[in-house]
């Protein structure tokens, strides 16, 4: 079955970086296009960033714009959040998505569990 395992999470400084992986297995992991997502406390599910199954393509929030990083490695069946200029309102779990096709557009199916980024001096 499916199975997605968020790490590098953790306590960072206002300003400082993150990098945020998410190993995959159970599936054909370089047909599918690969999201990342986050909750903060208290609030809603939010779309963080994307990228296709051929890694051509990404995409972003645009409050992420700039500041992250999406990347993947289909050898490690592995995907990234590189998170930089941290902000305390990145404070949140984030966890990864597999999506139905090698297309961002076709909707999510799977979640990991997710690993909590807290940013806060």
């Known amino acids: 079955q499916v199975q997605l395992v968020e790490s590098g999470g953790g306590l960072a400084q206002p300003g400082g970086s993150l990098r945020l992986s998410c190993a995959a297995s159970?599936?054909?992991?370089?047909?599918?296009?690969m999201s990342w997502a986050r909750q903060a406390p208290g609030k809603g599910p939010e779309w963080v960033s994307a990228i296709s199954s051929d890694v051509r393509n990404t995409y972003y929030a645009d409050s992420m714009k700039g500041r992250f990083t999406i990347a993947r490695d289909n050898a490690k069946n592995t995907v990234y959040l590189q998170m930089d200029s941290l902000k305390p309102e990145d404070t949140a779990l984030y966890y990864c998505?597999?999506?139905?096709?090698?297309?961002?557009?076709?909707?999510?199916?799977?979640w990991g569990k997710g690993t909590l980024v807290t940013v806060s001096s």
């Open positions: 159970g599936f054909t992991f370089n047909n599918y296009a």
């Open positions: 998505a597999k999506h139905l096709t090698n297309s961002y557009a076709s909707g999510m199916d799977s």
